[in-house]
């Protein structure tokens, strides 16, 4: 029934017909006007319930929706934090890997450059080594060239020739 017609119990109960010739039983229609206006009344309480767990269950919606985006919106950055994080760890990975290779770069060049300095002080050493023994060849030849001055001047002194020279060798050669 429209808002037009609103009717309530106390208009059911106190509305008065006018008396007719030969009407209806005046009891039993007051009866069922009684009858009447208890369910109308029994009728707007249930749906006044019901408009009340009906705002209810809305509110309820609302809420569960607004929960809904918040976890919506929760989960995504906490996926976006996560890519964040990712990323992040990722580019360390590489920095790290990156300072790894340059550290080793620069090894092999300082251990190159060490390399090639050895050898060149082994080269050295090695030249070295031959002049000390070119000298000492050297010093030896001298010593056994004075030592034959000194042999050859002690014989003439005495007069007496050396075995070597009559047998017509030479000092042993080298």
């Known amino acids: 029934m429209g808002d037009a017609m609103k009717i309530t119990p106390l ?6 017909f006018r008396v007719k010739f030969r009407g209806y039983d005046r ?18 309480r249930d749906n006044a319930a019901l408009r009340e767990r009906a705002a209810f269950l809305e509110q309820q919606v609302a809420e569960l929706k607004r929960t809904e985006t918040t976890l919506s919106n929760t ?3 906490a996926q976006s934090l996560a890519d964040d994080v990712k990323r992040s760890a990722q580019r360390d990975a590489e920095l790290i890997v990156k300072e790894a290779e ?5 090894l092999f060049r300082q251990a190159r450059v ?5 050898q060149r002080d082994l080269s050295m050493l090695l030249k070295q080594r031959l ?13 056994e060239r004075m030592l034959d ?15 070597e020279k009559m047998q017509g060798e030479s000092s042993p050669a080298r």
């Open 11 to 16: 208009d059911i109960q106190q509305m008065v």
């Open 27 to 44: 009891d039993e229609v007051n009866r069922f006007l009684e009858e009447v206006a208890q369910t109308v009344e029994s009728l707007n």
């Open 75 to 77: 989960l995504v950055s």
């Open 102 to 106: 340059l550290k080793a770069g620069e």
């Open 114 to 118: 060490e390399l090639a300095g050895t």
């Open 131 to 143: 002049l000390m023994v070119e000298r000492m060849r050297a010093t030896l030849h001298t010593f």
């Open 149 to 163: 001055v000194e042999v050859s001047e002690a014989y003439q002194d005495s007069g007496v020739v050396p075995e």
